[in-house]
Structure formats: C-alpha cells, structure tokens
C-alpha cells in the first residue's frame, strides 16, 4: 500500500534524531504485527482444541486482553511519522510556505498536549493495578485464570510515549521550517499531491512485480 506522505531525510541533527527514532518505531511496530499473529495462533489452538478434543484453550478471551494493547499502540507512533493518521489533507493541501508550517506546527502540538495528558491518567492507571508486595506484582487480574493485567496496562504509557516523542520532533521540524522559511521540512510527513500519491503506488506496485518476476525466473 503507498503512503499518503512523504519524509524527507539529509545529514542534518534533525534528520539523523528521526532516523533513531524510527528504528525504535519500527521496532514497535514489528511487535505488533507478532501480536497480530499470536493472535491467530491462540484462535487456531482454541477452535482447534474445541473440534479436536472438546478441550478449547483455556483462558483465551484473556489472552486477548494481554495481546489488545500491542494491536491498538505499539505502531501509533510508527503510523503518525508516516503521516498515516487522519487528516485534513483538503485543507492542508491548500497551504503553503509558512502558512502551512504554522498550521501544521499548531496541530502536532494540540496533539502533544493530549499525548501528555494520556500518558499522565495511564500511568497512573498502571500505578493502581502494580504492586510490588502483591502475587505477581498485581493487584487486579483477569477473571478466568488470573493474569496479571499490569503488563497490559503499562504497555500503554509506554507507547504514547514514544508518540510524544515523534510529536516533539515533528514540533521542531516545522517550527524548523517556519523560522527559515524553507520550502520543504525535514523528519515531518509531506502532503502528496494525487498525481505523486499515484506515481508511489504505480512504483511500489512495479518493484512488487518485478520481485515476482525476478523470482519465477530463478525459479
């Protein structure tokens, strides 16, 4: 699938900070594609246990519980570097040059602002279910075979903060690009017009048939 944005990269401090951060995105990212695929592992172990031996897996709705958090945010920050999330490509596409940073520059930090907030009310959400002096370290667990839950619930201050932290970034890029008045930012996601959104597909969409063909040749 071709992206809706592009991220412009040089040598500059800005460009190399967003290179190592990403690698941590990516990496988080990555762990919740496995989650995806335990996910349907557990499903096939569980129907199959039911069909085969009358015995499904036990626990398995919370096991789902465990694995949620790492579908719904281990990529959130992945996905706002790429310029993934929704937006107002209508209206931002209209702008340009200064116009277009300030506006961008006050959105990512409406949404910093929220972030911190997030990250605030689930750590302490996290707080209250850990406990060092209780079993597991927990003090709430899952109702059919008690997991800890605490693991889940950190997972999710965890990964908001990252966000925060591809947020401050994005901040600095565009107020980067706002102050010099550049006409093009470095390590924050571009608005692609439909013709260049068109032409990424059409290339991405090429090298996947080439890497087809290049291997029923080997073949």
Known sequence: MAISAAVLEDGSLISRVDGQLLRLERLLALVSGLAVFSLMVLAVVSVGGRNAFNMPLPGYVDWIEQVMPLLAFMGIAYVQREGGHIRMDIVIGALRGRAL???????????????????????????????????????????????????????????????????????????????????????????????????????????????????????
């Open 101 to 219: 940073w300030l506006f961008e520059l006050i959105s990512v930090l409406l949404i910093l602002l929220l972030m911190v907030a997030l990250v605030y009310g689930s750590w302490s959400h996290f707080l209250r279910s850990f406990d060092f002096a209780a079993p597991l370290w927990s003090r709430d667990s899952s109702i059919d075979i008690s997991l800890p839950i605490w693991p889940a619930k950190l997972l999710v201050p965890v990964a908001f903060s990252v966000l925060c932290l591809r947020l401050m970034l994005q901040a600095w890029g565009y107020g980067r690009a706002l102050v010099l008045g550049l006409k093009h930012a470095v390590a924050v996601p571009l608005v692609q017009s439909a013709a260049a959104q068109a032409a990424a597909e059409a290339e991405q969409l090429s090298g996947v048939a080439n890497g087809s063909g290049n291997s029923g040749t080997e073949d």
